[in-house]
């Protein structure tokens, strides 16, 4: 029997398979702090629910994460501080973020979790680690439907210039 057989979590981590677990729970963490601020921005109530779905999946998937690392006896990276909630009337029509931008910045970054998801899946050993990135990764692939859906049923969807076939 090789190192890489039996229970897949006994084996041992590679190193790959650390910085991708390291790596996206640095940035699911950061992205935790950015939409908590980002909900005080948020006029649209849809826009605040996929904020408010996301932190709720970046929280469940960051705990996972942790679990994995801590047994494998690696540091955490370091977490931001909570956000404060703010009224959204309260911060300046110049100083707010605006809900197309917001709905913009989710999409780009749950295209970059689709990435990140798919090339940890690719390099891993462990099943159960592929598998985990292959879930966070259907997760994402859902919630970038409904936000895909929300952007364009709100107009904030800004496509590149559209290629129409010349029938001459």
Avoid at 3 to 23: A, C, D, I, Q, T
Avoid at 44 to 70: F, R, Y
Wanted: net charge negative.
């Amino acid at each position: 029997m090789g190192v890489l057989s039996g229970n897949p979590k006994n084996e041992p981590l590679h190193y790959g398979e650390v910085f991708s677990l390291w790596s996206y729970l640095t940035v699911a963490k950061g992205n935790h702090a950015s939409y908590q601020t980002l909900i005080n921005h948020a006029g649209d109530k849809g826009l605040k629910k996929l904020l408010e779905e996301s932190i709720q999946g970046i929280e469940q998937e960051s705990k996972e994460i942790e679990e994995i690392l801590k047994l494998s006896g690696v540091s955490l990276p370091p977490t931001p501080p909570e956000r404060a909630v703010a009224n959204t009337e309260d911060i300046p029509v110049g100083a707010r973020v605006n809900d197309p931008e917001i709905g913009a910045t989710l999409s780009v970054n749950i295209a970059q979790g689709l990435v990140a998801c798919s090339q940890a899946m690719g390099q891993a050993t462990r099943e159960d680690i592929a598998l985990l990135f292959g879930r966070f990764h259907m997760n994402k692939a859902q919630l970038g439907a409904r936000t895909l859906r929300l952007n364009k049923d709100k107009g904030w969807l800004v496509t590149p210039p559209l290629h129409h076939e010349n029938k001459e």
